[in-house]
């Protein structure tokens, strides 16, 4: 007699591979099979680390393939058991069935009694159905432990961007002298990317700057996104609405709610919950000009005529090349100077309004007395402020484990928590100012004076946000600059570099500066 052609099948996952189901068990089962019933195998499929949940497997895709070609003269298929081929009965039906049986293929399987009759039909079925309900509880075992694991802090899934794998291993030692393991997070410390990203982070929680701006900002600081270029919309709001960064996990294993993670933030809690207010439009206020990474004079330098602030831009040249420069858009005949010459310029201003060695000597003994003397009061409305902050966080975690009781709805938490936060907000700013002043001591006393007395080097030398800030301490309001005849006003400078242009009596020593009364304080002239 004949022997009937068929092919065979085999699939394992990583877990049936060590459970008795390997491949080359299966292949043995399938050659006794084919021998026993006088069956000719003409190839032998594999798919190894497949699911069987659904038909994408490529070595089952091809075997349909071949069996759905008219020349083809094989009439059946092989396999262990109805759960290498299939554990969903929708997914055999619907991907795999239909194609055997269009072509009159018969399945067989050496370890259940499968047929084309009535019984052979039901015990398919049933078999079918007893391996999809065994996944089922496999999935939801699964399930339950991703859940269990995620609630525990553990990290699971894709690892964020500035973080890198760190396995962990907990528990006591199993019969092979292992041990579970756990996997959580560490900053990526390559190139500073955890540090640059830090600082984008907390860039972005200041308030002054959009997210296209807070990019640039990105680049500035050398800063790639992950694919190695400038990080488009849709990252920057991914990486600031990640609660990974701020140490915590929060996904679907959590049901979307925050637990405090195994690994360590990049940013602190409270600059994560800055950002998302600012995202939500509670913008905390600022009068802050914003920051621009190209053009730093641009919010510093006045039109001669209108006394606004010059815009940046760089418009294409006769050879397609791009000219940064600045210019007034209210204003006409006022022309516009080149970013390179402006900033040139600019250096020489800050070299010829640098204050004398005795003026600089002066200004430091006043802020080193009036420093020694706020401190006290500092530190005392600092521990009040901190107290109240401890207080709203209390008030936020006790929202979201009433929320976890079933005592109040999500609508009821996210506002109650909502308005918590902004009142945190408006702590963290006051908060912010008098920990500066807590912070100024010898060594932030020598490094003002150092700006103060060499303008013109700390600026060339500063990252383009820290060059705004210095010229805030130029000039508040802005510098009044005509373009055409490329000089400085002298509106807008701040009182301490004003003092360069008073006169003393030539008979005055700079040391008699110095000197003061017990008790009185020194005070700036002007």
Sequence with gaps: MEKVKVYGYRRVSTEEQVEGSSLENQKQAILRYADQHNLEIVDIFSDEGFSAKTAKRPALQKMLGLLNDKKSDVRG????????????????????????????????????????????????????????????????????????????????????YGYVRNRVAIGEKNRDGKRKERLTLAPDTRNDLSEKLRSMLERFSKGDINQAELAQYAESIGLESATGGRFAPQSIKNLLTNFAYAGFVCNKMTDFEPVKG???????????????????????????????????????????????????????????????????????????????????IFEEFLRDITPTDGLVRLFREIVRRTASKKLVDVNEELEALRARTSKIDTDIQKALQAFIDGEITKEEKDQFQSSLRLKRIDLEGKTDQLEDAQRLNEATIDYVCNFIDAPARMWLDSDPETKVEFQKMVSESGIVFDIKSETFGTIGLTPFYRLKDIKKDPSESEESLMVTSRGIEPRLPG
């Design 77 to 160: 298929v092989v396999v262990y058991n109805l759960s290498r081929i299939s554990r969903d009965m929708e997914s055999y039906f619907k991907d795999i069935g239909y194609h055997l049986s269009a072509r009159g293929v018969h399945l067989h399987s050496t370890s259940e009694n499968i047929d084309n009759t009535p019984q052979g039909k039901l015990m398919r079925n049933i078999a079918l159905t007893m391996h999809q309900f065994d996944n089922d509880v496999k999935s939801q075992t699964t399930t339950d432990n991703m859940r269990l694991v995620a609630r525990e802090g553990w990290w699971q899934g894709n690892i964020p």
């Design 262 to 344: 195994r690994h360590p933030g990049i940013i602190s809690l409270e600059t994560f919950n800055r950002n998302q207010a600012i995202l939500e439009g509670r913008k905390p206020d600022t009068s802050q000009p914003r920051f621009s990474a190209e053009y730093p004079l641009k919010h510093t330098l006045l039109c001669s005529k209108c006394l606004k602030p010059l815009t940046g831009s760089a418009p294409t040249t006769g050879s397609g090349s791009r000219s940064p420069r600045y210019h007034c858009v209210r204003c006409t005949g006022t022309g516009s100077i080149a970013l390179a010459k402006a900033e040139q």
